[in-house]
């Protein structure tokens, strides 16, 4: 049977990317909305043939307890507000879908964890490019040996920023600038695609305060991952500059590029050997739906999902040392990291 959602809030992301892919899930379905605005719900709801009945006000949202069809919910709010609603869904006993980053720093997204371990409910973090078969194809390459020994990473992912009153620059609402909101690809995907943690990091953050879109928030920062060995990452992230999102893996006897890296269609990998170089390509598939049809899946069989909170506490912790070290100056070490449960 097909998994029911809620989904929570009902912004650029769920209008334009989440309820239309959701439609061509085949393990899940759209069967509440909640959102603040009852009217444009309602418009909603009729297209995914719902009823007026289906869509909550975010007041409301305690009403989902009475509805068995919903299982799952997906948080699709501002970042600040993660926690409360995540905390909400998981006392009524709804497993959680919930997107990036899962808090506000790693204290707040190891709350969230706790909170939805101790209600018994499951918890998946939405990192979309853990789910399309380019990054398993670059991490295969990767980790099967094709590039040799990994010696440089490379990533960066910025976009221009530039609604001075977007929730997005506002930090008690977003947490911080573009680190927690598209710098996060960078950090997950090289620990997704090598496997490996960063020992250490290390930052500079530009915050031009006369910009008043920068008043709270960076403009930029950029940063040095230390995985093991010697191998070191060097990672960009700005809501300055023009949009650029790419990842390089190099290693002793190949490399690997995506270019784009992190967007929602059009993803290119490159793998360059001796042998020449490869364009893998695959059949059409929507990232979104990808992420539907697995936690549809762990909510039925009750394992825990691929990216569970625990995965985004790691980013937070990275992302809480990166922000240390751009405010000392000084290289943060890191420790305590988390083995990952299978995917398959
Ligand atoms: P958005 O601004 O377009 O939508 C936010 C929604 O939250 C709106 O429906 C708004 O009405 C509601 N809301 C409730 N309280 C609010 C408040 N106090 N201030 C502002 N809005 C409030 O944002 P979005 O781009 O849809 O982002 C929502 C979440 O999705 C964020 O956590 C963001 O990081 C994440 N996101 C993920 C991806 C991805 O690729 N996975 C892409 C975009 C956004």
């Known amino acids: 049977r097909r998994v029911g959602y809620a989904i929570v809030g009902l912004g650029k992301l769920s209008v334009e990317e989440l309820i239309p892919a959701v439609r061509t899930s085949q393990e899940g379905y759209v069967a509440a909305l909640v959102t603040s605005e009852l009217d444009k719900g309602r418009e909603f709801a009729r297209a995914l043939d719902l009823k007026d009945s289906d869509v909550y006000a975010y007041d409301d949202f305690e009403a989902l307890a009475q509805r068995e069809d919903v299982q799952a919910v997906y948080i699709v709010l ?86 001075p009153t977007a929730w997005r620059l506002q930090k008690d609402l977003a947490g911080g600038g573009p680190l927690p909101d598209v710098g996060i690809y960078s950090v997950n995907t090289l620990r997704f695609v090598t496997g490996q943690e960063p020992e250490w990091v290390f930052a500079t953050l530009h915050q031009p305060k006369k910009d008043k879109r920068f008043r709270e928030v960076e403009e930029s920062v950029s940063f040095l991952l230390g995985f093991p060995d010697g191998v070191t990452a060097t990672v960009h992230t700005s809501y300055g500059a023009f949009k650029t999102d790419t990842l390089r893996v190099m290693g002793d006897r190949g490399s690997l590029l995506m270019d784009p890296a992190f967007t929602y269609r059009g993803l290119k990998l490159s793998i360059e050997d001796s042998a020449g170089t490869t364009v893998p390509s695959f059949p059409d598939y929507n990232q979104f739906g990808l992420e539907f049809d697995h936690f549809a899946q762990r909510v039925r069989d009750g394992r825990a999902p691929w990216t569970p909170g625990e995965e985004a506490v790691q980013d937070h912790v990275i992302m809480d040392a990166l922000y240390e070290s751009a405010r000392s100056g000084e290289v943060v070490k890191l420790k305590g990291v988390k083995k990952k449960d299978a995917f398959r």
Not at 111 to 122: E, F, L, M, S, W
Not at 137 to 163: C, F, M, N, P
């Open 78 to 163: 501002p970042n600040s507000l993660h926690r409360e609603f995540i905390t909400r869904a998981a006392k009524m006993g709804k497993h959680i879908l919930s997107e990036k980053p899962l808090g506000m720093n790693a204290k707040d997204a190891q709350k969230i964890v706790d909170t939805c371990k101790k209600a018994g409910v499951q918890l998946m973090t939405a990192y979309r490019c853990q789910y399309t078969p380019h990054h398993w194809a670059a991490r295969d390459a990767v980790q099967g040996g094709r590039l040799g020994t990994v010696k440089l990473l490379d990533s960066i992912h910025v976009q221009v920023e530039d609604d």
